[in-house]
């Protein structure tokens, strides 16, 4: 319907003349003029009976849009002169390749998230890609756009403008909170991720105001390998949404120990937080002591640049290191200690968030 209407559009700016389609109830559905879509026609009964394809009344023309031997849709132009009658079959014809147009669109879509779902056997992949003209040697990589649920498909009419359908790129919704681009690797890796998932973020920032997490696969060599993209894509908004929610762009190769830790069996990580932490330490540890941690490890553990990032004296982040080591029993000014409690904190973290998903929403009775 999209596909039929942009077209009335375009003849608008192109033709001065009414022109529009109908069904074959006889509800306008597109039209040059907005404003008479939704009327009836009621002489649409009459042009259904008849076998000519051009029927005129004294004020239109009607030009029946066959798919096969049925009427598919009926065209129509205010005017009844021989020239109206050859504008009509063309906006005709138009209307007819833009919809065989959106259909290819739409199954080469359909196509492309089949592989992503492995759905499609890997040795059917290069003989559907050669009919629908799909290059399958082509480094492509997979982003995943996660955006709010009323978001959506404006979030995708973005991306699709900003990306449009073509045989080395793809846009399309996975489901209503996640839209999956699949594109063509330009230039030096890093370099390109970098700038595309910038452009993504600003262009969705911009326009709808959007809250967006990415998630980004490893390049695909081949076309079957984007399947594998699209599990690291999936993958890197999971972990990163665990260990790194304050980052809105989540990438599969640096991950780092969240991807270890993710994949860890939660027994097994219970039993080494036991072994680091004595019960109930970890709590004991006061907001502005975390907050101190925090920064400290974002500094490298350079006390002079923590101290400056905090604003206190030097001796107060040493007071508040000391009472970290007298509560935990870990010095974090120790390469070795840091690094036990760094990951200790994350595997912490993947615990609770484990554990909160797991738990049943709360009844609203």
Known sequence: MEEIKRCMREVKRILNRTVGILDTAGTVIACTEPELEGTEDSTVRAI??????FVATSEKTYYRMLNGDSTQYIAFII???PGDRIHLELVAQWVRTALKDRNTDTERATFIKNILLENELPGDIPLKAREFKIPYALNRIVFIIRVPRTDG???????QNLYPDSKTMHTFAMDEETIVLVL???GEFDEFVQERSHTIRDNLNAESMSRVNIGIGMPAPELKD????????VLALRVGSIFESEKCVMRYDKLGL???IYQLPPTLCNMFLDEVFAQGTYESLDSETLLTIAKFFEN?????????????HRNTLVYRLDKVQ?????????????????LAAMVRTYLEKQEKNARPPKSVW
């Open 258 to 260: 969240g991807r270890l």
């Open 300 to 312: 490298n553990l350079n006390g002079s640049e923590t101290s400056r990032k905090l604003f206190v």
């Open 226 to 233: 984007v399947a594998k993209s699209y599990r690291e894509a």
């Open 153 to 159: 498909p404006e979030c995708l009419d973005i991306l």
């Open 184 to 186: 063509e690797i330009e």
């Open 79 to 81: 005017g009844t002169d």
């Open 326 to 342: 007298k509560i935990t029993g870990l010095d974090l000014r120790s390469f070795d200690d840091a690094v036990l409690f760094k």
């Open 48 to 53: 259904m009976k008849s076998d000519d394809l």
